[in-house]
T-cell receptor, first 110, second 118 residues
Framework: KNEVEQSPQNLTAQEGEFITINCSYS?????LHWLQQHPGGGIVSLFM???GKKKHGRLIATINIQEKHSSLHITASHPRDSAVYIC????????????FGTGTRLTIIP | NAGVTQTPKFQVLKTGQSMTLQCAQD?????MSWYRQDPGMGLRLIHY???????DQGEVPNGYNVSRSTTEDFPLRLLSAAPSQTSVYFC?????????????????FGNGTRLTVT
């Protein structure tokens, strides 16, 4: 079993829909990152969370440390949101290793 | 600021050749790391460093060497390239402090190096 599991693996939605991508992990962590990778290949950091909730524009990320679960939400989705979204966890104290989920490929149809 | 600069963008090697992938950052980040990305496998950590003179192995370190002589640079060396090392390689950096791990900054990625070993 992978240490970081993302769901769904693929998601296709209509423009304007509310999108939720989930990330579950099985190890102790000090932080969780949400990343975005566009078809061109570049990787951009969206959020870094260690607790609670963060919001940036139409993107919202939440984390529940007790349940070892995080969600990334996109409100009013747009075709430009089409990308691969990747969850990554940073190990607990003394283990500064990043472990990645395999990503969620999101396609927003106009 | 240039951010994280990775070179080269593309490289083709023959089996057995050696090369160095360069990674430099100008943000004074302590944490630097190398990843490879393969289809269906996601990103996997090769090596990482939490400061000059300190390196450690990640998930897939075999066949790769690193050193961290300065805060700015973190080169990745392939000593004897193999076809299994054909991949896209990314370097990333972030702020890191051993005394306040909750203050980790977002990761900053380079643009990637597409390596083909024939």
């Amino acid at each position: 079993k992978n240490e970081v599991e993302q769901s769904p693996q693929n998601l296709t939605a209509q423009e304007g829909e509310f999108i939720t991508i989930n990330c579950s992990y099985s190890v102790g962590i000090s932080a969780l990152h949400w990343l975005q990778q566009h078809p061109g290949g570049g990787i951009v950091s969206l959020f870094m969370l260690s607790s609670g909730k963060k919001k940036h524009g139409r993107l919202i990320a939440t984390i529940n440390i007790q349940e070892k679960h995080s969600s990334l939400h996109i409100t009013a989705s747009h075709p430009r949101d089409s990308a691969v979204y990747i969850c990554a966890v940073l190990g607990d104290f003394g283990n500064e290793k990043l472990t990645f989920g395999t990503g969620t490929r999101l396609t927003i149809i106009p | 600021n240039a951010g994280v600069t990775q070179t080269p963008k593309f490289q083709v090697l023959k089996t057995g050749q050696s090369m160095t992938l360069q990674c430099a950052q100008d943000m004074n980040h302590e944490y630097m790391s190398w990843y490879r990305q393969d289809p269906g496998m996601g990103l996997r950590l090769i090596h990482y460093s939490v400061g000059a003179g300190i390196t450690d192995q990640g998930e897939v370190p075999n066949g790769y060497n690193v050193s961290r002589s300065t805060t700015e640079d973190f080169p990745l060396r392939l000593l004897s390239a193999a076809p299994s090392q054909t991949s896209v390689y990314f370097c990333a950096s972030s702020y890191w402090s051993p005394h306040d791990r909750g203050s980790n900054s977002p990761l900053h990625f380079g643009n990637g190096t597409r390596l083909t070993v024939t």
